[in-house]
């Protein structure tokens, strides 16, 4: 489930220009997952706050028990939410105010419609901010319905497509990372080292990574990421 582990989480808060541990940061993981990331970012900036936004209750639930768990419940706060509900992100404005920095990891892909993801996200972020975006991307040979059937993604978007998306709700100075070769080895050894343990829990986990590392190690898949300014 996690993508990246803590050397993300280090360079997330890098690119966003927050890592002054005696700063008190208010920062924002759109599609918190089990809330992995947010806790290794409250470890490394003890004055900061954390809040996680998440559609799946169940992962939702689960990160928080986590959090209870270590006592960093009063540094970092799941809203289980669907980050393209206009809504639901005003009411989180309404009461945890503006962020200094916004991140999201391999969230964006799934949802339809981009373009308010990134509307609601700007309206949360405060002047001059970043907003650090790990995501897929289509290319010219992406095969649009393996990537629907079997990852889950939903109207990709090319590269460019995302720098438009990110202009029109008005972000400014857009930057595009390409991680691809480095994906590929990713998903290349997670999927073995999977089919490699002794205890296989699931057959479906193991075929879905299968299929991951097939897309990523064709031309089908790419990917990388966006850092935008407000
Ligand atoms: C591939 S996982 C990545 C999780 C985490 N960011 C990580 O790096 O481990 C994608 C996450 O985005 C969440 N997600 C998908 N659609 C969402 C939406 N509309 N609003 C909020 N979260 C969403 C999923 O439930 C899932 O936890």
């Known amino acids: 489930m996690r993508y990246g582990g803590d ?56 990160s928080c028990k986590i959090i209870h768990a270590l006592g960093l419940e009063s540094r970092i706060k799941i809203y289980c939410a669907d980050l393209s509900s206009k809504y639901a992100l005003l009411k989180i404005r309404e009461k945890e105010g503006l962020f200094d920095g916004v991140y999201s990891n391999l969230a964006v892909l799934h949802i339809k419609n981009k373009k308010l993801v990134y509307d609601n996200i700007y309206k949360l972020m405060k002047e001059n901010c970043k907003f650090r975006n790990e995501d897929y991307v289509s290319n010219s040979f992406t095969d649009i319905k393996f990537a629907e059937d079997k990852i889950g993604c939903q109207n990709l978007k090319t590269i460019s497509e995302m720098h438009n998306i990110a202009e029109q709700v008005g972000f400014k100075n857009s930057l595009f990372e390409d991680l691809t070769s480095s994906w590929r080895e990713f998903t290349k050894n997670r999927a073995f080292n999977y089919a490699n343990m002794q205890d296989k829990k699931s057959k479906i986990k193991e075929n879905f990574l299968n299929d991951v590392a097939l897309f990523f190690t064709s031309k089908n898949g790419s990917g990388g990421v966006f850092i935008h300014t407000k």
Do not use: M, T
Not at 11 to 23: E, P, W
Not at 26 to 55: H, T
């Open 7 to 62: 050397e993300i989480a280090h360079k997330i808060l890098f690119d966003l220009g927050l890592q002054n541990k005696f700063s008190n940061y208010k920062i924002l993981n759109a599609g918190s997952g089990f809330g992995s990331d947010l806790i290794e970012q409250a470890n490394l900036l003890p004055n900061s706050n954390f809040i996680g936004i998440e559609y799946n209750k169940k992962y939702a639930d689960l």
